[in-house]
């Protein structure tokens, strides 16, 4: 029985979800230090003394096309990291001045603001997990992904290690006869040197290796359940800390303990599947954690206090970077 054909002629990529991900935190951090800067200067109004306001949303909206441009412009998976940095940045500093767009007297700091952001992005992240949740990648498409990376190879443009990430792809797509073609194919195509320094890919490669190293320890799963939990209740107590000294609005503290309400359930629900389900389940659920302490407590928090927010976001980042080293390298071994 033939398989039915998909309604349109997409074939997803299998670092989606991971680009996806690195768009929505682009975007937050952007807004977070978007917020900050103009707090400490004042929320100054760029354009000079002839009645113009350049207004960020306009450079966001610059960034967003130079993520769509460099799509449109070249061929393969090479742009795409970029593209998602580039996007989400834009896409921060559009999405951070919603409130002159909803209310009628352009008002920036509009309540509500913190909300629908947060909605916004939140719903990225949620449809992208459930999108590859429901159905997992079939053996076509990843043939189809390594064919992908082809294309850089035939162009003398493919890095070593985005050529083994596109054979790790086909050894997982079965007897597939166009699978075993495109690996001789990739097999034999020359790689080339990345388009960064070496210097810096070395220093990069470097500090990746000893955070990959650091998650794969024995500790290394404990520990990120006691920071993440950690986190979540600084944020409470800074937030407690701030309203003892004047009023806040009532939707950043709903934010603020919803965000650290679910940031918790997930710490325990990694823990309890640390021993039924093993390591890599444990850890998806650590990396929700973090992602709901992103995009609903940091988000929330900011409202209040920008300077606290920040530096809350400077160390959900860095566990969220230890929690997605260990599953890419869960990723790279069978589950």
């Known amino acids: 029985m033939s398989r039915r054909p ?19 935190v682009s975007a937050v951090t952007t807004i977070l230090l978007t917020r900050t800067l103009l707090a400490l200067t004042g929320y100054p109004q760029i354009g000079g003394g002839a009645g113009l306001h350049i207004a960020h949303v306009l450079p966001g ?8 441009l460099l799509q449109l412009a070249y061929l393969g998976p090479g742009p795409r990291p970029l593209s998602a940095v580039l996007g989400g940045v834009g896409f921060g500093l559009f999405i951070d ?15 509500p603001a913190a909300a629908i952001m947060y909605g916004v992005l939140a719903g990225v992240v949620v449809a992208g997990h459930t999108w590859r949740r429901r159905r997992p990648l079939d053996a076509d498409e990843r043939v189809a992904a390594a064919a992908h990376a082809l294309v850089d190879g035939l162009a003398g443009r493919l890095p070593e290690h985005r050529r083994d990430e596109a054979l790790r792809s086909l050894a997982k797509a079965g007897d597939s006869p166009a699978a075993a073609e495109l690996r001789a194919l990739l097999t034999t195509v020359p790689t080339s040197s990345p388009g ?18 650091a998650s794969a320890a024995w500790w290394a ?40 309400a679910v940031s918790l359930v997930f710490v325990a629900a990694g823990l309890v599947q640390a021993r039924r389900r093993g390591r890599r389940a444990a850890v998806e659920s650590f990396q929700r954690s973090a992602l709901a302490s992103l995009l609903i407590t940091q988000v929330c928090l900011f409202v209040s ?15 969220l970077g230890l929690v997605n080293s260990d599953l890419a390298r869960h990723r790279r071994q069978p589950r």
């Open 6 to 24: 998909p309604p349109v002629d997409f074939v997803r990529s299998p670092k989606a979800v991971q680009h996806l991900t690195t768009f929505v």
């Open 305 to 319: 206090s920008q300077l606290l927010a920040t530096a809350g976001l400077v160390v959900v980042l860095a566990l």
């Open 61 to 68: 909206g610059l960034l967003m096309a130079a993520a769509l």
């Open 97 to 111: 001045e919603v409130g002159k767009f909803v209310t009628t007297d352009n008002d920036y700091f509009y309540e």
């Open 196 to 213: 960064v320094p070496q210097h810096v890919l070395r220093a990069w490669r470097a500090v990746a290796a000893r955070v990959e190293r």
């Open 221 to 260: 799963l404990p520990l990120m359940g006691v920071l993440l939990a950690g986190q979540a209740l600084m944020s409470v107590l800074v937030l407690l800390e701030v309203w003892s000294r004047r009023d806040l609005y009532d939707v950043s503290i709903a934010g603020v303990f919803v965000g650290t």
